[in-house]
C-alpha cells in the first residue's frame, strides 16, 4: 500500500470509528433514564455495541499503520481535541427527547447498513471481514430502531410531533453523512469502500418510505455541515468521556 | 382473536388506551434438543416490542436458539393445589365455543424448575385445553400448569438467529464488579483538589 492510500484508509477508518464511539457515548447516557426498564437495557446493549464497532476500526487503522493496537485506540480516543475529531456533528448533537434518539440511531442505523453491505465486498480483506459481522449487529439496531420510529410517527399527537420536529432538526446532519473526504477516491479506486455519495440513493430509498408509513415527512435540506467542524456539544462530550485519562494518562480502569 | 385479543402479533401497532404497557411472558430455547422454557416476563406496547425485549433483557449472554413471548393475561394457570382442592371444577367443564384451536401446554416440574413444553392440545377454549392436557400429560407430576392458544405467541424465526442470538456468544461478559472508572475518578478529583490547597 502506497503511502497516500494509506493515509487515506486511515482517515476513513478513523471517520468512521468516531461517528460509532461519539453516537455510542451519547446513547450511553440514556443510561439508568430510559423510558423503561426493559428500554433502558435494550439501549445500553447498543451504546456498548456502537462503542465495540468504533474499537473494531481504530484496531484496524492501527493495523495499517503498524501501531499496537490498544495504545492507539486509546491515544486516538482520550488524548485528541474535539477539532481533530472526525465524526459527524449528527452524532455529537445532545440525546435530546427519546424521539430525537430513535430517530438518530435510526438514521444512522440504516446509513451504516447501507455501507457494511458494500464494505463486506471490500477487496481489502480486514474491512470486508470486520464489515460482514458488525453488519449482523446492525440488523438488530435496526430492527430495534426502525420499532420505535414507527409506534412513535403513528402514536399520540404529542409522539408524532416531537418524531417530525427531531426529523426536522436532524436532517441536514444526516445529510452530512454523504460528504466524501478529500482523499475517498484513491480507496474507491482500490476498490476498498463504495463512493460515500453513492450510498446516498439507496439510503434514501429505504427511509422514505418507511419515514411515509410512519407518517413523517422529509423537510427541506438547509446547511449541510462538515466532519471538520464541530458544535461546541463535542468539546463537552469529550472533556466527559476523557476526563480520567486526562487527569491521569498513566490511570487504569 | 382481533388486534387487541393477542397485543398485536408482527405487523400489527395496537392502540394503547392504558397507560401501562402489558405483561408478556417470555419462553426462550437453549439449543434445539431442549423444551423451550419460561425465562421471564418483560413489558412492550406490543408483541413485536416485547420479542425484541425479551432478546435484550434474557438472552443477549446465553445460547438461544428460539424466543418466544405471549401475554401474560393470555395464559390460562392452574396450580397444582388449586386442582386438588376443586377436583369438580374440571369435571363442571364443558366443551363450548366455536372451533378448537391448538393451545401449547407448559408445566412446572419442580419448585425451582421453570415451566418448561410439554405438548399441544386442541381444544374449545382454555379450561377444557387444560383438562385435555391434564389427561393427555397425566404422568406428568406437574406442579402448576399453564396453556395459552399457539396463535398468541409471536415467534423468533430461524432467519432472527444470525442478528438476535449470534452477535452475543462472542462476547466477554464483565462482571459490574470489574468497571472501576467511578472510583478511580473520585480518588483522582480528591488528589487534584489537595494539590490544589496552597
Known sequence: MNPELKQALVDYLLAMADDELILGHRNSEWCGHAPILEEDIAFANIALDEIGHAIVWYELAADVLGEERETYANRMVYFRDAPDYRNTQMVELPKGDWAFTMLRQYLFDQFEMVRLEKLAQSSYAPLSEAAAKIRTEEMYHLRHTQAWVRRLGLGTEESHRRMQTALNEIWPHAIALFQPSDSEILLINAEYVPATSALKTEWMERIMSYLQEARLTLPQTSVVPSRTHHTEHLAALLSDLQQIARLDPMAKW | ?198
Open chain 2, 1 to 198: 382473536m382481533g388486534t387487541r385479543g393477542n397485543g398485536g402479533l408482527r405487523g400489527e401497532i395496537s392502540i394503547m388506551t392504558d397507560t401501562q404497557w402489558p405483561r408478556y411472558m417470555v419462553l426462550h430455547q437453549e439449543q434445539d434438543d431442549k423444551p423451550h422454557q419460561h425465562a421471564g416476563t418483560v413489558h412492550a406496547p406490543d408483541a413485536e416490542m416485547a420479542l425484541l425485549n425479551a432478546r435484550d433483557v434474557f438472552v443477549r449472554r446465553p445460547d438461544c436458539v428460539s424466543l418466544w413471548v405471549v401475554r401474560a393475561d393470555l395464559i390460562f394457570t392452574r396450580t397444582q393445589e388449586e386442582l386438588a382442592l376443586h377436583p369438580e371444577w374440571l369435571d363442571s367443564i364443558q366443551p363450548r365455543g366455536d372451533t378448537a384451536e391448538t393451545y401449547y401446554v407448559f408445566a412446572k416440574l419442580t419448585q425451582k424448575g421453570q415451566f418448561s413444553y410439554v405438548g399441544e392440545v386442541e381444544a374449545e377454549n382454555p379450561a377444557r385445553a387444560l383438562k385435555m392436557a391434564l389427561q393427555k400429560y397425566g404422568d406428568i407430576a406437574g406442579l402448576a400448569w399453564w396453556v395459552f392458544p399457539v396463535k398468541a405467541v409471536l415467534k423468533s424465526t430461524p432467519d432472527d438467529i444470525e442478528a438476535m442470538f449470534a452477535p452475543a456468544a462472542a462476547k466477554d461478559f464483565r462482571d459490574q464488579a470489574n468497571f472501576h472508572a467511578l472510583s478511580v475518578l473520585r480518588k483522582l478529583m480528591r488528589k487534584q483538589e489537595t494539590s490544589d490547597e496552597p
